[in-house]
């Protein structure tokens, strides 16, 4: 199964910042953006809603001034589309996200 990558909103709202090697993001509120851990089940079995009970954990960045705490489970299926609210798939942009 490929593994997506993902594309968040939230950084497209917001200014990269690249200081002293480390990266963080302000957001058009001038908030600085934080980090909530979304643990994806990945479910690729063979049938509906079964899989081999491998979880991806991801970085899901957000506004604390603008958002609400993202949701910390999400769902992979094997045809790559994702479940979670917070984000959408990508084809690639650098959208390193603050931890």
Known sequence: MNRPSYKFAVID????????????????????????TAHLTVRDGLFPLSGSGEVESITVPYCPNCEDVPRTHGVIYPDGRVEHPSFVLDTGTDQSVPS
């Open 13 to 36: 709202e917001s200014q990269k910042n690249e200081e002293k090697g480390k990266i963080s993001w302000t957001h058009k509120c001038g908030t600085q953006l934080i980090g909530q």
